[in-house]
C-alpha cells in the first residue's frame, strides 16, 4: 500500500484564496482525520470522520474551514477564504477502527503558506 | 477532558547517551497509551505502543511501560544515535471512537 497520500504537499497562497487540500486514506481503513501542526499550538484536531460520517469538528477553527468525505478513498480540507494565520502543516491521517489499539497512519502533509 | 503532559525540549544529548522522556496523561477508563516520532520533513509514524496497564511498549532500542499508578508512560532508550533526532510525541487513545489525544512534542537532538 502507497500509506496515506496528501496534496499538495506545498501550497502558497494569498489572503482571501480559496485553499483545498485532499487526502486519500489507506484502502479499508474506516477512519480519517485531519490534523493541524504548528510551532505555537503543536498538533491540534481539527475533525474526524468515521465511515465517512464527520464525527467529531469541534476543534475546526471557525465557518472558514469546512471538511468532506464523499467516500471512503476520498477527504478534501478546504478554507475559504484563507488568512495567514492559517500558515501550518495540515496532516491527514487514517485508522482502522478495531477492538484493539488502533494506530494511526500519517500522510507526509501538507504545508500551507497564506501571505 | 483526556490531556497527555510531555516534558519540553529541545533535549540535546550526545551520542550514546541514555535517553528519557517523560510523558503523564489524564483520562477517564483504561485508555491505550502510544509514543509517535516524526523526523524532519515527514508526518508522524508509531514509534510503540501498549495497551493495558504494565504493558511494556518497544521498538527500535526504545522502550515505554504502562504505568497506571503513576498514569505515565516514559520514552526511554539506553544508547541514542545521531539518526534518533527528532521530535517525539505521547499520545493517548480512549473512548468508544477513534479520537487520539497528542502531547506537545519533545524535540531530541543528538550530537556525534
Known amino acids: 500500500d502507497a500509506g496515506v497520500i496528501q496534496s499538495p504537499r506545498h501550497e502558497v497562497t494569498e489572503m482571501g484564496q480559496e485553499v483545498t487540500l485532499r487526502c486519500k486514506p489507506i484502502?479499508?481503513?474506516?477512519?480519517l482525520f485531519w490534523y493541524r501542526q504548528t510551532m505555537m499550538r503543536g498538533l491540534e484536531l481539527l475533525i474526524y470522520f468515521n465511515n465517512n460520517v464527520p464525527i467529531d469538528d469541534s476543534g475546526m477553527p471557525e465557518d472558514r474551514f469546512s471538511a468532506k468525505m464523499p467516500n471512503a478513498s476520498f477527504s478534501t480540507l478546504k478554507i475559504q477564504p484563507s488568512e495567514p494565520r492559517d500558515s501550518a502543516v495540515y496532516f491527514c491521517a487514517s485508522s482502522l477502527k478495531s477492538s484493539g489499539a488502533n494506530v494511526l497512519t500519517f500522510g507526509a502533509g501538507s504545508r500551507l503558506t497564506v501571505l | 477532558g483526556d490531556s497527555v503532559t510531555q516534558m519540553e525540549g529541545p533535549v540535546t544529548l550526545s551520542e550514546e547517551a541514555f535517553l528519557t522522556i517523560n510523558c503523564t496523561y489524564t483520562a477517564t477508563g483504561y485508555p491505550s497509551l502510544f509514543w509517535y516520532v516524526q523526523y524532519p520533513g515527514e508526518g508522524l509514524q508509531l514509534l510503540l505502543k501498549a495497551t493495558k496497564a504494565d504493558d511494556k511498549g518497544s521498538n527500535k532500542g526504545f522502550e515505554a511501560t504502562y504505568r497506571k499508578e503513576t498514569t505515565s508512560f516514559h520514552l526511554e532508550k539506553g544508547s541514542v544515535q545521531v539518526s534518533d533526532s527528532a521530535v517525539y510525541f505521547c499520545a493517548l487513545l480512549s473512548g468508544g471512537y477513534q479520537k487520539v489525544t497528542f502531547g506537545t512534542g519533545t524535540k531530541l537532538q543528538v550530537i556525534p
Open positions: 484502502s479499508g481503513h474506516n477512519s
